[in-house]
């Protein structure tokens, strides 16, 4: 019998999401599969529409469980479209595609743009957990630099793992910045949270440092000067402003996937950057320990996080009966 396909919008999607801690389970399992074999990720396919600086990408993924019958496989289909911001449209839009392991039908359709918010903040919160401060006799210093859609994803999973952190947020738009730091004051686990004027101001006591800038209007700007001497930086803006000095003065330089990393690396996104030492799957399987020193964690959105997440919030909003069935 074929089996229906369930179209989840935004606000499913939203209201099907799991809590904090069962995202932070979902991006381990993700970054171990990867680094044991057990999943596949090609390199993104991607085109270059005619809008200025736009892209489209195709993220397919599959994961192979124990039993074929919990495998997954997917595909994000991921649009950016920077003129739109112009014309007061979203400028990036996504799906995630799920299909019957078995049998390759078409089971969902999901609004793929808080899952990607979600997934990001929680990869970082797995980087956090294992690399960030550990008993400080203070509560924890925390900055996020970029207020958008990334920095307020990023907030309840400081808040969950840094217990009455103090929250430093910048962001080149002022507004932007004030309206996180007022979330962020109402969202449980921050004890504090302030705008600063400059990212250097931002990030110069933090334990924890987020990037999560927009592309484009600075590049490699943060070297290791302006951080404390045991702070972790989890760029999700590549290098925008992580510099390749910071980078290289790391004690630990972790990615996420080596082979999106290396591609990337190849058409300049990462210029002048080390090899990473492991990623970060690696790094949870051999328990590597935090040493001494900053800590870098770089990772870059892949389609197997997105089909993990998507999996995981159908299967809820299935549950709950929610999302739409359409017609074949």
């Given amino acids: 019998m074929t089996p229906p396909l369930r179209y989840l919008d935004g606000a499913t999607v939203e209201a099907s999401m799991p809590p904090v801690e069962e995202r932070l389970r979902l991006a381990d399992l993700t970054m171990r599969a990867l680094a044991s074999g057990s999943a596949q990720l090609p390199a993104k396919i991607g085109i270059s529409p005619r809008p200025a600086d736009s892209f489209a990408h195709a993220m397919p993924a599959h994961l192979r469980a124990g039993d074929p019958a919990d495998d997954l496989v997917g595909i994000k289909w991921v649009q950016g479209f920077p003129t739109n911001n112009a014309i007061g449209l979203t400028a990036i839009h996504a799906i995630a595609i799920l299909n019957d392991p078995a049998t390759g039908i078409p089971v969902a359709i999901l609004d793929a ?15 956090i957990r294992s690399f960030g401060p550990g008993k400080l006799g ?104 992580v ?74 909003a299935e549950h709950a009966g929610g999302g739409i069935i359409l017609p074949r």
């Fill in 243 to 316: 510099s390749a000095a910071l980078a290289r003065a790391a004690s630990l330089f972790l990615i996420d996937e080596r082979g999106a990393f290396e591609k990337n690396r190849e058409i300049g996104e990462f210029d002048d950057y080390p090899d990473p030492q492991a990623t970060i799957g690696q790094a949870l399987i051999a328990g590597t320990p935090r040493p001494a020193g900053r800590v870098l964690v770089t990772h870059l959105g892949l389609g197997l996080t997105d089909v993990v997440f998507a999996n995981a919030i159908f299967r809820a």
């Fill in 138 to 241: 203070r509560p924890a210093r925390a900055a996020i630099v970029g207020a958008g859609t990334q920095g307020h994803a990023h907030v309840p999973v400081l808040g969950h793992l840094l217990p009455d952190v103090d929250l430093a947020v910048f962001d080149r738009d002022q507004g932007r910045a004030d309206t996180l730091a007022r979330v962020a004051n109402n969202t449980p686990g921050i004890g504090r949270a302030r705008r600063v004027d400059t990212a250097e101001a931002a990030v110069r006591d933090a334990d924890v440092v987020i990037t999560a800038a927009s592309f484009g209007p600075v590049r490699q700007v943060m070297g290791p000067e302006w951080l404390a001497p045991e702070a972790l930086v989890v760029p999700v803006d590549y290098a925008t402003y």
């Fill in 113 to 127: 743009g808080p899952i990607t918010a979600h997934r990001t903040a929680a990869v970082s919160g797995i980087a």
